[in-house]
C-alpha cells in the first residue's frame, strides 16, 4: 500500500482531477506527490538518491528523490501557492502532511538520510573547490552549477536543525576557505 493511501485513504488520482494549475506547476506538484508517496520506502531503504518517473503535462520527468529535494519542492510550491488551482493546493496540503508524518514515524531515519545527503553535497562542493586552483576555465565554467551543491547543504543543515551541530562547523570551516585565495592554502 502506498504512503498516501495509508495516510490519506484513496490516492489523489481516484479522488481529484490530475490537475489544475499551469503546466510547470502542475509538473512541480506531481514530482512532489510522487516523492511523498514513497517517503516511506525511501526512509527504510538504503539508497540515498531514489530514482522516480513521473508522467507531466510537460513530459516524463525522471527527478531523483532526496529529503532536501522533495523540501525544494515544497518550497517552491508554497512560494507559489496562489498560482496553484484550489485542487491542487489541497494535493500540496496532503504532500506537507506527509512530510510531517513522516518525520514523525522515522526519525533516526529522518535524520541519517539528511546527514548522508549533507556529506554527498558538501564532498561534491569540496572537490570542485579544491580543483579551481588548478584549472581555473573550468571553475569559472562551472560554477553556476556546482554552487547547487552548497546551496543544497545549506538546505539540508536548516533541516537537521540542532542535529547538526557538527556538520555546521564543517560548512562554516569550508566558507572561510572561500575568502582565501587559492594559491595560498
Not at 513521473?54 to 517552491?76: A, D, H
Not at 553556476?144 to 547543504?153: G, H, I, L, T, W
Not at 542535529?163 to 587559492?182: C, G, I, M, N, T
Amino acid at each position: 500500500m502506498s504512503w498516501f493511501k495509508k495516510l490519506f485513504g484513496a490516492s489523489h488520482d481516484e479522488s481529484t482531477p490530475p490537475t489544475d494549475s499551469p503546466p510547470e506547476l502542475a509538473a512541480k506538484l506531481l514530482e512532489a506527490e510522487t516523492f511523498a508517496d514513497q517517503l516511506e520506502d525511501y526512509l527504510l531503504s538504503d539508497k540515498l538518491f531514489w530514482q522516480i518517473s513521473v508522467e507531466t503535462p510537460v513530459g516524463t520527468r525522471q527527478p531523483k528523490m532526496t529529503l532536501g529535494s522533495l523540501y525544494e519542492r515544497i518550497q517552491y510550491l508554497q512560494a507559489h501557492a496562489e498560482e496553484l488551482g484550489p485542487n491542487d493546493r489541497r494535493r500540496l496540503e496532503k504532500i506537507e502532511r506527509a512530510w510531517e508524518e513522516a518525520l514523525r514515524q522515522y526519525p533516526s531515519q529522518w535524520r541519517e538520510k539528511l546527514r548522508r545527503e549533507y556529506r554527498s553535497y558538501m564532498n561534491n562542493w569540496k572537490y570542485f573547490l579544491e580543483q579551481r586552483a588548478s584549472n581555473p576555465e573550468r571553475w569559472a565554467q562551472e560554477y553556476k552549477f556546482e554552487v547547487r551543491n552548497r546551496e543544497r547543504a545549506r538546505l539540508v543543515l536548516r533541516l537537521l536543525g540542532p542535529d547538526a551541530a557538527d556538520l555546521a562547523k564543517e560548512f562554516e570551516q569550508v566558507e572561510k576557505s572561500l575568502d582565501v585565495p587559492p594559491k595560498n592554502r
